[in-house]
């Protein structure tokens, strides 16, 4: 496989901590080239240092013999005391430095100095203890935001969700639950994976298992989109409930509605179902991640799977009925191919001749009589004066 190396660093956003004095931390996401994601805390004096030491490992392109040559990036040093607002402003800052560093030439984005620096050490692993006085405070950066540092004004406060049944974990890098445990969403994957935390732990936890505290209903979730997005199966799947769909490797198919817990509502032809998010893939895309991702973790588990889940509210979230979902596809079917023939052009079709102006109508013309039949009409007299003409 060779030599490991990070494929990605992304800006999560900051945590304000308190023990063992009053500090800051940014959180960053690391994602490695076997496709692996790990969350690292760093004080931005530590990144600072390790910036310091890059520049002196490359004097070339730190642009310490010649200005002209320098393609690694700036860093401001660390003022005298860092505050919340130094610390928020900062994140545009760092933002730009992570992407840059890691479109530097390989020798220097994938040495050993920029490897063990955003490896995962013992102390991100390390969760405050219930003993402390304040729990940390933790803030977020939009995700749309990231890659945008002039648009960056402020943090947003995780999410806090709520475990409507027991989880138990089935790799490493999964959290496991219990009922009624209250956790901060850190990331959300459209894979209906995300990525959580407590005072205790961190990992992957299924979203299913997850409501909000506040409301259950999800104003972030899309509506239906019954125009379909065209999508190819990257990895088969029998049907285990009536609502879902069996298809294999390679079909092609139409996602009308993107849920957030992983599993999305297709349609193939005029039939939908439920199908899982992670064996899909956009068409024409390399699905090489995607896969491997697949062997490393696999489908999250449906919500009516779940045995003794016990939600907090009262109501729960209406969901849109299969009959509802095929009612409205087939539809929209039938109102896309009316379209289709319309805009169509008429096959084998001959150039139109110009119109001819109509004939006028002629006079019937009665029939000649015969001479027999003028005779019998005709009196004696006048009959007489006829023959003796002829």
Same mark, same amino acid.
């Given at each position: 496989?060779?030599?490991?190396?990070?494929?990605?660093?992304?800006?999560?956003?900051?945590?304000?901590?308190?023990?063992?004095?009053?500090?800051?931390?940014?959180?960053?996401?690391?994602?490695?080239?076997? &496709?692996?994601?790990?969350?690292?805390?760093?004080?931005?004096?530590e990144?600072?240092?390790?910036?310091?030491?890059l520049?002196?490992?490359?004097?070339?392109?730190?642009?310490?013999?010649?200005?002209?040559?320098?393609?690694?990036?700036?860093?401001?040093?660390?003022?005298?005391?860092?505050?919340?607002?130094?610390?928020? !402003?900062?994140?545009?800052?760092?933002t730009?430095?992570?992407?840059?560093?890691?479109?530097?030439?390989?020798?220097?984005?994938?040495?050993?100095?920029v490897?063990?620096?955003?490896?995962?050490?013992?102390?991100?692993?390390?969760?405050?203890?219930? !003993?402390?006085?304040?729990?940390?405070? #933790?803030?977020?950066?939009?995700k749309?935001? +990231?890659n945008?540092?002039?648009?960056?004004?402020?943090?947003?406060?995780?999410?806090?969700?709520?475990?409507?049944?027991?989880?138990?974990?089935? @790799?490493? #890098?999964?959290?496991?639950?219990?009922?009624?445990?209250?956790?901060?969403?850190?990331?959300?994957?459209? @894979?209906?994976?995300?990525?959580?935390?407590?005072?205790?732990?961190?990992?992957?936890?299924?979203?299913?298992?997850?409501?909000?505290?506040?409301?259950p209903?999800?104003?972030e979730?899309?509506?239906?989109?019954?125009?379909?997005?065209?999508?190819?199966?990257?990895?088969?799947?029998?049907?285990?409930?009536?609502?879902?769909?069996?298809? !294999?490797?390679?079909?092609?198919?139409?996602?009308i509605?993107? &849920?957030?817990?992983?599993?999305?509502?297709?349609?193939?032809?005029?039939?939908?179902?439920?199908?899982?998010?992670?064996?899909?893939?956009?068409?024409?895309?390399? !699905?090489?991640?995607?896969?491997? &991702?697949?062997?490393?973790?696999?489908?999250?588990?449906?919500? @009516?799977?779940?045995r003794?889940? /016990?939600?907090?509210?009262?109501l729960?979230?209406?969901?849109?009925?299969?009959?509802?979902?095929?009612?409205?596809?087939?539809?929209?079917?039938? /109102?896309?191919?009316?379209? +289709? /023939?319309? @805009?169509?052009?008429?096959?084998?079709?001959?150039?139109?001749?110009?119109?001819?102006?109509?004939?006028k109508?002629?006079?019937?013309?009665?029939?000649?009589?015969?001479?027999?039949?003028?005779?019998?009409?005709?009196?004696?007299?006048?009959?007489?004066?006829?023959?003796?003409?002829?």
């Amino acid at each position: 496989m060779g030599d490991p190396f990070i494929r990605h660093i992304v800006l999560l956003g900051f945590e304000k901590r308190f023990s063992p004095s009053q500090h800051y931390v940014y959180m960053f996401l690391v994602k490695w080239q076997d &496709l692996s994601e790990k969350v690292v805390y760093r004080r931005f004096t530590e990144i600072y240092e390790f910036h310091k030491l890059l520049k002196e490992m490359f004097p070339i392109e730190s642009g310490q013999i010649s200005s002209e040559n320098r393609i690694i990036p700036h860093l401001p040093a660390p003022r005298w005391f860092d505050g919340q607002r130094t610390t928020e !402003n900062r994140q545009g800052t760092l933002t730009e430095y992570c992407n840059t560093l890691m479109n530097l030439p390989t020798k220097i984005s994938r040495c050993s100095h920029v490897l063990e620096f955003f490896r995962v050490r013992p102390d991100d692993l390390k969760l405050p203890s219930d !003993n402390q006085v304040k729990k940390p405070e #933790t803030y977020l950066m939009p995700k749309d935001l +990231r890659n945008n540092a002039s648009d960056i004004t402020g943090p947003i406060i995780l999410q806090t969700y709520r475990a409507i049944a027991d989880y138990e974990k089935n @790799s490493n #890098t999964e959290m496991t639950l219990k009922q009624g445990d209250l956790v901060d969403v850190v990331e959300k994957g459209q @894979s209906g994976w995300w990525f959580c935390q407590t005072k205790e732990k961190r990992g992957w936890v299924p979203a299913s298992y997850l409501e909000p505290t506040d409301s259950p209903d999800e104003s972030e979730e899309q509506e239906p989109n019954y125009e379909g997005e065209p999508y190819v199966t990257i990895k088969a799947y029998t049907a285990v409930e009536e609502d879902e769909m069996t298809l !294999n490797e390679g079909e092609t198919i139409e996602v009308i509605h993107k &849920l957030l817990d992983g599993w999305w509502v297709i349609r193939k032809d005029e039939i939908t179902g439920f199908y899982p998010s992670m064996y899909l893939q956009k068409s024409g895309q390399d !699905n090489t991640q995607a896969k491997n &991702l697949i062997k490393k973790r696999g489908a999250p588990p449906r919500r @009516s799977s779940i045995r003794n889940a /016990q939600s907090m509210h009262k109501l729960a979230r209406k969901r849109i009925s299969q009959d509802s979902y095929r009612r409205n596809s087939v539809k929209f079917i039938q /109102q896309r191919r009316r379209m +289709r /023939q319309l @805009s169509a052009p008429k096959e084998d079709s001959q150039p139109e001749e110009s119109p001819k102006a109509p004939m006028k109508p002629q006079p019937a013309v009665p029939p000649r009589p015969s001479q027999d039949l003028i005779l019998n009409r005709c009196s004696e007299s006048t009959k007489r004066k006829l023959m003796t003409s002829a």
